[in-house]
């Protein structure tokens, strides 16, 4: 039974609509993620209840005006289905030989779930950032080609066979035999492969501002989950001699325009979570996600996984190197910056239903959405249906791994009467998911990096589902 359609308009797109994917038989089949009209944005209100309405200026892109969509209607009693009575057209010729496909590619009745930009952020040529479409996904992996972007100087497609790894020390005595590493060189030692979440740092940013953009796509979106594949950073610092008990920090260093340099401690790299990977979803790294190394950090902001990975410098202090000393900082309410705060804390969020979906009748849902913790394994989630008055427990869905989306869901009768969904997560140090009067009471407004506020969808009579903020 088809659960949801969209509220209101469509996604901006590269070229035309293409009704084959979005449609079936008349009506929308799965509701892909969307910006929705100006005046569907909502600001945060004061009352728990008291929900204002605000323009959105989706700069350089047209909306699609919205399409009449009805609820589907049961075939009259005594009339047959006829595209389960009759011969349907692809039941009764060949189809395609393998050789039309020879890298598989998504149905084009699929195309509608896609990565997109936002109109409402500041678009520079090479620097860009594209959404994960959180709502059409299962599972906890995300598919390669849906990784969402963060580009800081666009993103290259680098031979392979000329790109270079270096490991050195800040002083000689730091790394006794600095080596050049080809990735031939790499692909040659042992691997070993592990499923980890990365997440931007700045996901869920724009709502510090107090507004609610239309959908999970661009709230959350900058979050994605893959198994990575590649060697263990301490083999390759033992393998150039570094002096492990002396080092407190290394230095990564990508090898694209913006030369993305990120200090990161020495503990994880000690205890072998960290990756120099080249393989993604068991293929080699998409051109955008590093290709053909970057660094796997788990369970550390997106911006710390560097891409087109050239060089590791192992040191003894903080590098404060241009993207950490004056990015990916917060200002707190009593003026100070709060720097080196790398960590994703425990966070979740409803993926299905959600903002810019619509429930299109009374009965049964399953209730489902991703959780994730930078300190470990989710423990428990909760869900509301009432705005955090009520909580009621999810089932997790394995597997249950560390520094990992985990999967949780739970069942809902909705009487058609207005509703408030939320999530509320724990991790396996204790950690609870804030809401947002909680975070903004240590946090301040003024923040741009590390929102893990509870989020809130609204449920109205007639189904529409909205982004709202409970305070």
């Excluded at 009575?85 to 590619?105: C, I, K």
Aim: glycine letters at 10%; proline letters at 7%; charged letters at 20%.
């Amino acid at each position: 039974m088809t659960l949801m359609r969209t509220a209101k308009g469509d996604s901006p797109r590269a070229g035309p609509p293409d009704p084959a994917a979005d449609v079936t038989s008349g009506r929308l089949r799965r509701a892909p993620e969307n910006f929705l009209t100006g005046e569907q944005i909502h600001l945060v209100s004061k009352g728990r209840r008291e929900f204002l309405r605000a323009g959105f200026l989706a700069a350089g892109a047209a909306t699609v005006a919205a399409a009449a969509v009805a609820a589907p209607s049961a075939v009259a009693a005594g009339a047959g289905d006829p595209d389960i009575l009759q011969t349907t057209p692809w039941g009764g010729s060949l189809g395609r030989p393998v050789a039309a496909n020879p890298y598989g590619l998504p149905s084009r009745h699929e195309r509608a779930l896609a990565r997109r930009q936002s109109p409402g952020l500041t678009q520079v040529a090479a620097a860009s950032v594209s959404f994960t479409p959180l709502q059409g996904l299962f599972g906890i992996i995300t598919p390669s080609g849906l990784h969402f972007e963060r580009h800081h100087q666009g993103w290259h497609d680098i031979d392979p066979a000329r790109h270079r790894f270096m490991i050195n020390g800040a002083r000689p005595e730091l790394v006794r035999t600095p080596k050049v590493y080809t990735l031939d060189d790499l692909m040659r030692l042992p691997s070993v492969s592990r499923m980890h979440f990365i997440e931007c740092g700045a996901n869920t940013g724009m709502e510090w501002g107090n507004v609610a953009v239309p959908t999970v796509q661009y709230s959350h979106g900058m979050l994605s989950c893959s198994e990575f594949t590649g060697v263990p950073l301490r083999t390759l610092l033992e393998d150039c001699g570094a002096d492990l008990r002396a080092a407190r920090f290394v230095l990564a260093e990508g090898g694209d325009g913006s030369s993305m340099t990120r200090t990161i401690p020495i503990e994880p790299v000690l205890s072998g979570e960290v990756l120099v990977a080249y393989g993604q979803n068991g293929e080699m790294l998409r051109p955008e996600n590093g290709y053909p190394l970057r660094l796997v950090v788990p369970g550390v902001q997106g911006v710390s996984w560097v891409k087109w990975l050239r060089r590791i410098e192992v040191g003894e202090r903080p590098y404060a190197a241009k993207d950490e000393a004056i990015h990916y900082v917060d200002l707190m309410p009593d003026g100070q910056h709060r720097q080196y705060t790398s960590i994703q804390e425990c966070k979740s969020v409803i993926t299905t239903p959600s903002g810019g979906q619509a429930l299109l009748d009374r009965g049964f849902f399953s209730v489902s959405g991703l959780a994730w913790s930078g300190r470990g394994r989710i423990t428990r989630v909760d869900v509301s249906f009432d705005g955090g008055i009520n909580w009621t427990e999810a089932t997790l869905q394995t597997p249950v791994l560390s520094k990992c989306l985990t999967r949780f869901s739970v069942p809902w009768v909705w009487d058609g009467r207005p509703a408030l969904l939320q999530s509320r997560a724990v991790d396996e140090t204790g950690y609870v998911q804030p809401s947002y009067g909680q975070l903004r009471q240590v946090r301040g407004t003024r923040s741009i990096y590390h929102n893990n506020a509870i989020q809130t969808w609204q449920v109205a009579e007639n189904g529409d589902v909205s982004n709202v903020q409970i305070l």
